[in-house]
């Protein structure tokens, strides 16, 4: 399959599954709404029956300033209120995942059949599907990126050493190796994190097309990747327009948020429009890189290449 032809696909599988999109925004809006019920409003309550001026917290709104003055004025209500905020945020990153593993697995199983329709039941059998091998494989996935920045904080002191060392001779030479170690750096950062990150959408994408453990998932990933060099440049080019259209609008927005009068009144429904916008473009990227893989291993590239012969384990679909 070609980029194209994964991109029409993306396009195909991501506008018959709008809903994806609307759960993910109602989602957003939701978790937005409980952080200021539970959160940013009983923050305000307590600095305000501590003494605090309510002009001055409105004039002076932020959420550092608030726990700021909470805590110079009773630490104990502060912690009750970290924690509330702490537990919060679990919940809220554990829904939300729980939702992103719902779309991926209605997104994979829309492009397995094509006659397949969305429904919120399939939606939960999906989530529950893909919960625990997803979280396992991202937890795997951090700990693989945690080494890498270990690695390169290690390699950096070796080089920042002989910097130091060929300054005390050669300023010339040592600014010479500065520049050339910066870009070595920057370069291998580069392709250190995009090449993380496609391990990681394209290991998603084993898991919602065919399952595996997690280890199998990572080792089919790479591999994949690795005999397929062509899956990286494509999910490159999807994160880089992904990225690119994402600054183009959010440019867009700050010249209608600078328009005299009016600017602050559009600058409010834009940003709405802004966040329709990304959710859409990032189920797209996943779309098109779901659909790239598929085509990939049906198109008889996963014999030829000895893909997932033993690490992908196929499922059978869920029941709804």
């Known amino acids: 399959m070609t980029f194209t032809d994964s991109f029409k696909k993306g396009f195909e599988v991501v506008n018959k599954n709008w809903a994806v999109v609307a759960i993910q925004l109602t989602a957003i809006f939701i978790t937005l709404t409980g952080f200021v019920i539970l959160i940013a409003v009983p923050l305000v309550l307590a600095v305000v029956v501590f003494g605090s001026n309510l002009s001055g917290i409105l004039n002076n709104f932020s959420i ?12 104990t209500i502060a912690i009750l209120l970290a924690l509330l905020f702490t537990l919060y945020m679990i919940i809220v990153m554990l829904i939300l995942f729980f939702l992103y593993g719902a779309s991926c697995g209605v997104l994979a199983r829309s492009i397995k059949d094509p006659h ?4 919120i039941n399939g939606f939960y059998v999906e989530g529950k599907r893909m919960f625990f091998p997803l979280l396992g494989y991202n937890t795997v996935i951090g700990l693989i990126a945690t080494a890498e920045v270990i690695a390169l904080i290690v390699c950096y002191f070796p080089v920042s050493f002989l910097i130091e060392n060929t300054s005390e001779n050669s300023s010339q ?17 580069f392709f250190l994190v995009s090449g993380t990150l496609s391990v990681t959408v394209y290991g998603t994408a084993i898991l919602a097309l065919r399952g595996g453990g997690v280890f199998q998932t990572v080792k089919a990933s790479v591999l994949f990747i690795i005999n397929k060099p062509s899956a990286y440049w494509f999910y490159l080019v999807c994160i880089l327009g992904f990225l690119g259209c994402s600054l183009a609008m959010m440019m867009f927005g700050f010249i209608i948020s600078m328009l005299p009068y009016v600017g602050k009144v559009l600058s409010i429904p ?11 473009m990032g189920f797209l990227v996943i779309a098109s890189v779901f659909s790239y893989y598929y085509g990939a291993n049906v198109d008889g590239s996963t014999h030829s290449l000895g893909i997932l012969a033993e690490t992908a384990v196929p499922i059978n679909p869920p029941q709804e």
């Open 64 to 75: 550092e300033h608030l726990a700021s003055l909470l805590t110079s004025k009773h630490l």
């Open 116 to 119: 397949y329709e969305f429904t």
């Open 173 to 189: 030479m040592a600014n010479f190796l500065e520049i050339f170690a910066v870009l070595i750096s920057l370069t291998v950062l």
């Open 270 to 280: 834009f940003q709405l429009l802004l966040q329709v916008a990304q959710s859409y």
